[in-house]
C-alpha cells in the first residue's frame, strides 16, 4: 500500500507501507481524497515523540472491509472519518465529556502501519496520507452522492469553522462577528457565521483573502498590520466595525490573539482555534475584560461528530454550505510536497490529496 511516511526529516511517499488487520467493531477504508491541514504540517518537526508517523486527518474514502459486530454499514459505502474515538470508559468520558476524553484525539500513540516491518504510528486516529486506514465505525459517517474532495473536509476544516462560530462563538443573527485569518478553517468559520445571520468582518494580512472571504459571506475586510500594536489594531477595528460580539481566531498568531482580547465588546466572546508556536504566550487585558468577556479554546470547534457532521453533511448537500469553492487545489500522492507548498504560501484554501491519480 501506498503513504506518505514523516520520518522526522522528511515526508517520502512509499508503496512498502502494510496496514494490520482490523479488529471486531472496525472497519477497513480506502482513503480516496485527504485534505492538508495546518496542523498536518506543524506535526512535521523533528520532535514528534512518536516517528515515523503517517499524517493526515481529514479522510474521505470507501468502505473496504467491516469488522466483526460492525452493522450499519456495507462495503463500499462512501464515508467520511472523523478524529475523535472517545474510549467510554475513562473519567471523562464517564461524566459525560467525550470531547475531553484522554484517548480521543489520538494522543495515545498506536501503530497500525508498518515500513519495512519497522512500526509506523498513526495520527488523529485517522492518518489519511496513507492509501488504507483501520478506523472505528463510530469515526464514520455516510456522505452518498457529495463529492469525496467535499466530504474530507467535513473532519476538520468545515467542523472547526462552522463549529467555532455556530456552538463556541454562538453567534445569532445580528452579531458583528470579526474572523482572523482567512485560510480552510477560517472561512468555515465565516459561513458558519454569516448563514445564521451575522455581520462578519475578514481580517488577514494577505490582500489577495478579500475574495476568498466576501466569496464565503463576509461582508467587510480588514487589512491586518502586523506592525500595529494590538491596542491600536484593536481600537481601528472596532472603531470601524465595531461593536464586536464575537471574534473567531483562526491565525494563531499572538499578535492576532492579543488584538482579539482587546477588540471585543464587554461580554462578548473569544473562540481560539488558531495554532499558535510551541511555548507562545499571549497576555489578557484584565481591566476590560474583567468587566465581562469569554475566552474559549479549542481544536475542533466544539464539534461534536454524532451530533454535528450529519447536519453539516445535509447542508454542504442542499447548498446550504458552501465545501465546492475551498478545494482550491488537488495533487497526487506523490506531489503531497508541492500540495503542502501551496498551503503554507496560501494560495490555496484547502489543499488535497487525490490517492486515486
Ligand atoms: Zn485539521
Ligand atoms: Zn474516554
Not at 473519567?91 to 495515545?108: K, L, S, T
Request: hydrophobic share 45%; glycine share 12%; charged share 20%.
Amino acid at each position: 500500500m501506498r503513504g506518505a511516511v514523516w520520518d522526522g526529516t522528511s515526508l517520502f511517499v512509499s508503496d512498502r507501507l502494510t496496514l494490520r488487520p482490523i479488529a471486531a467493531g472496525e472497519v477497513r477504508v480506502r482513503v480516496l481524497r485527504s485534505g492538508i491541514c495546518h496542523s498536518d504540517i506543524a506535526m512535521m518537526t523533528p520532535h514528534l515523540p512518536v516517528l515515523p508517523v503517517v499524517l493526515g486527518h481529514e479522510a474521505a474514502g470507501e468502505i473496504a472491509e467491516l469488522g466483526a459486530g460492525v452493522e450499519g454499514w456495507a462495503v463500499g459505502d462512501r464515508v467520511t472519518v472523523g478524529t475523535q474515538t472517545p474510549c467510554g470508559e475513562c473519567r471523562e468520558c464517564r461524566r459525560g465529556e467525550p470531547h475531553n476524553c484522554d484517548i480521543n484525539w489520538g494522543f495515545v500513540p498506536s501503530h497500525p502501519f508498518t515500513l519495512d516491518g519497522k512500526p509506523v504510528a498513526s495520527f488523529a486516529n485517522v492518518s489519511s496520507f496513507a492509501g488504507e486506514i483501520v478506523v472505528k465505525a463510530s469515526q464514520l459517517f455516510a456522505i452518498d452522492d457529495l463529492p469525496p474532495e467535499q466530504a474530507a473536509l467535513i473532519g476538520c476544516a468545515v467542523s472547526t469553522g462552522v463549529c467555532a462560530s455556530r456552538v463556541l462563538g454562538r453567534v445569532r443573527a445580528g452579531d458583528n462577528v470579526a474572523v482572523f485569518g482567512v485560510g480552510g478553517i477560517g472561512v468555515n468559520a465565516i459561513q458558519g457565521a454569516a448563514r445564521n445571520g451575522a455581520h462578519v468582518i475578514a481580517v488577514d494580512a494577505n490582500p489577495a483573502k478579500e475574495a476568498v472571504a466576501r466569496q464565503f459571506g463576509a461582508a467587510a475586510f480588514v487589512l491586518a498590520n502586523p506592525s500595529l500594536d494590538s491596542a491600536t489594531a484593536a481600537a481601528m477595528l472596532a472603531e470601524g466595525h465595531g461593536p464586536i460580539d464575537v471574534v473567531v481566531e483562526c491565525s494563531g498568531a499572538v499578535g492576532a490573539i492579543e488584538t482579539a482580547l482587546r477588540c471585543t465588546k464587554r461580554g462578548g466572546r473569544v473562540v481560539l482555534i488558531g495554532m499558535s508556536r510551541p511555548g507562545s504566550q499571549a497576555s489578557l487585558p484584565l481591566d476590560s475584560f474583567v468587566t465581562g468577556g469569554e475566552v474559549i479554546a479549542t481544536m475542533n470547534g466544539g464539534a461534536l461528530p454524532g451530533r454535528d457532521y450529519p447536519e453539516l453533511i445535509a447542508q454542504a448537500q442542499d447548498g446550504r454550505l458552501n465545501l465546492a469553492d475551498q478545494v482550491s487545489g488537488v495533487w497526487s500522492l506523490d506531489q503531497i510536497g508541492e500540495a503542502i507548498a501551496a498551503l503554507k504560501s496560501g494560495e490555496v484554501t484547502r489543499a488535497l490529496v487525490d490517492h486515486e491519480r
